[in-house]
Every structure is written in structure tokens, then in C-alpha cells.
């Protein structure tokens, strides 16, 4: 896993995604400290290492990122850590545009094309 507070490369993602699943890597975003967490097995373990670092699980949404694909592809809302029904989130995927946006946002600034 690895915490990502400045940039990461898009090659980088690419070899992870090779490494792992092929295609895809799987990350957190914490929007309110606006970091992620990048290249685990699971969501889970990428918001638990996240939390004990001094995030909030409430700020905390999984995503995938698909490196190979075109700019509005990259991204995919997708994650059992999504479901929130306290924040009326009751899917797998992100509900609020607010937070979608966020999320894109931060994934735009952190990834390095």
C-alpha cells in the first residue's frame, strides 16, 4: 500500500494495476485531508491504514482507478466501504455529487499524467 499526499505517476498506477488485477487499483480518498491510499487487495485494508493515521471513516470513500482507460473512464465509484446508510449511502457506489466531485477533484491533483 502506499499513501499518496502529493502526486503519483499514472506509469506507476499502470504497474501496480499489472501487479495486482491487471487493469485496475484500488484506492481511498479521504476528501477532508485530501490524500489516498493506493494498491491493496482490499478497500478495507486501504481505509483501515487511513484511520490509524487520524482519518475519520465518515471522510472516507473507496474508488477504483483504471489507468489504461480515457479521462472520464479513469474513475469508477465501486466499493463495499461506500455503503454508509448513516450518510445516506446506500449503494456501493457514491450517491452525493458533492462527493463525487470532491473525489475527482483530488484524484485530478494527486494523479500525474
Given at each position: 500500500?502506499?499513501t499518496?499526499?502529493?502526486?503519483?505517476?499514472?506509469?506507476?498506477?499502470?504497474?501496480?494495476?499489472?501487479?495486482r488485477?491487471?487493469?485496475?487499483?484500488?484506492?481511498?480518498?479521504?476528501?477532508?485531508?485530501?490524500?489516498?491510499?493506493?494498491d491493496?487487495?482490499l478497500?478495507?485494508?486501504?481505509?483501515?491504514?487511513?484511520?490509524?493515521?487520524?482519518?475519520r471513516?465518515?471522510?472516507?470513500?473507496?474508488?477504483?482507478i483504471?489507468?489504461?482507460?480515457?479521462?472520464?473512464e479513469?474513475?469508477?465509484?465501486?466499493?463495499m466501504?461506500n455503503?454508509?446508510?448513516?450518510?445516506?449511502?446506500?449503494?456501493?457506489?457514491?450517491?452525493?455529487?458533492?462527493?463525487?466531485?470532491?473525489i475527482?477533484?483530488i484524484?485530478?491533483?494527486?494523479?500525474?499524467?
Amino acid at each position: 500500500m502506499k499513501t499518496v499526499k502529493e502526486k503519483i505517476n499514472i506509469a506507476e498506477l499502470k504497474q501496480m494495476a499489472e501487479n495486482r488485477f491487471g487493469n485496475f487499483v484500488k484506492a481511498v480518498i479521504d476528501i477532508e485531508q485530501k490524500i489516498m491510499v493506493v494498491d491493496a487487495e482490499l478497500h478495507a485494508d486501504e481505509e483501515a491504514l487511513l484511520i490509524e493515521n487520524g482519518s475519520r471513516q465518515e471522510n472516507l470513500w473507496g474508488i477504483n482507478i483504471y489507468p489504461e482507460l480515457n479521462k472520464d473512464e479513469v474513475i469508477e465509484f465501486n466499493s463495499m466501504i461506500n455503503l454508509k446508510p448513516r450518510q445516506n449511502n446506500r449503494t456501493r457506489g457514491v450517491e452525493d455529487c458533492k462527493i463525487r466531485e470532491k473525489i475527482l477533484a483530488i484524484t485530478a491533483r494527486l494523479i500525474e499524467k
